[in-house]
Structures are given as structure tokens and as C-alpha cells.
């Protein structure tokens, strides 16, 4: 079980959550959900100082029950859909440095913070990605099905878009937490199509680049009908084609 230390963040580290919260706060007005702008502002995130992970949860146990879970980086699959499946998300503990300041391979705070932390004030969004970690712990040791869960996740959560008010917001938190990956996005409206299940499970997915695809939602309710529909498949041993 890990802890924040919150005494051993320095002045740099400060710095660097100072610079990035303005600019992506900048970058995403008027391109963001509803829900992130709501949750941010619920959630008590500020530019001032990194967040105390105390602090944070508990707004996040009195708004949907979630919390974060102290880690020192990424999790395997097991560990990751498990700590979702009780309504923890891994909050990694160490914050990126200047040098870094652009792009990192692992998540760190700023991403796990700044960039889930809003929409899991939203009871909709809290509650599926619940169900997500619920479906997921069932097929731990199914690595077929763990990799089209992953897809799902990789799609919505971390670089999904919606349709809100005949416009399309971004609500991944690899989208809200990047400016490379923000402009990237809207460089190129090919990067964007309808978002449908078996399209986003076939389409290949890496964290270690820019996306290729993104996938946008046409209502909110797509998030859980999309989960229902691969619990039900995989449930039945419904086979894909290979990955």
C-alpha cells in the first residue's frame, strides 16, 4: 500500500502542475464535456498546489463513491480492473518533470488527476466505469477478453469524444490532460468517426504514441450499452477476430 507524501513534492513539482493546469484548462475551453468543467470545479482542483489525494477523496466518497488509490506507476491488467471494480482509481503518486513536461510513457498525477479525477464526480460516468471494472474482474484470467476490455477503456476513457449540443467535447483523460494529443485531435477530422463497439474493439490501440482514431459518442448512454454488450458476448464466448 503506497502513500502520497504530499511533504516530498518540491517546489519544481509545484511548478509544473501550476503550468500544466492553466494550460490545459486554457486548451480546453469550450472543447470539453459538461461534465469535466462541473467536476473540476466540484472536485476542488485548483492551479495553486498539487492536490492532497485526502482532500481529493473525500469529495469523490461523497459524490459517487469512488476514490484514489495511492501508486507508484502502472498497474497490470489484474491489479488495474480489480482496483475499478471496488471504485478505486490508481492515482499515481509522482508528478512528471520539466523534461517531461509534453509527453510521458506512464501516467503520471497530473494525468490521473486532472485528467479522471472530473468526470469521476459524475455519478453516469462513475457508475460505468464501475461496470466496466465489474465485467473485467470476471475475465481476469482471459487475456483475449481482457485485450477488447482494454480497447473499450483505451477508447472512451482515455480518448473518448461526445456529442453534446450538436458539438463534439472531448472526455478522455488522455485528451484533457495533453495539448499534444489536443491538437492532434482537431488537426485532422478523419482522426474522428462514430463511435460503435465492434469498430473501436478492432482498431488497435497504444498508449505510447499520438492516437491514430478516436472515437465519438453520439449520447452518454452509448458508455453503458457498450459495456452491457461485451459482458453479454463475452459471456457467451463470443469470439472476435484476432487482435
Known sequence: MFEQRYNQYTTQDQLVWKVLFDRQTALLHKRACAAF???LEASGLHRHAIPD???VNRRLRAA???ELAPVQGMLNDADFFGLLAQRKFPGTIWIRSMQQFD???EPDLFHGVFGHVPLLM??????FLHFLGHVAAQHLHDAPALARLERLY???VQFGLVQERGETRMYGAGLLSSSGEIHHCLSNANHQRPFDLASALQTPYSEAHLQDQYFVLNNWEQLTESVAELAALLSS???LNAV
Do not use: S
Open 237 to 239: 464466448n463470443w469470439q
Open 53 to 55: 489525494f485526502d482532500d
Open 122 to 127: 459524475d455519478a453516469a460516468f462513475a457508475d
Open 37 to 39: 468543467g462541473q467536476g
Open 154 to 156: 483505451g477508447f472512451t
Open 103 to 105: 509527453f510521458t510513457q
Open 64 to 66: 459517487t463513491g469512488w
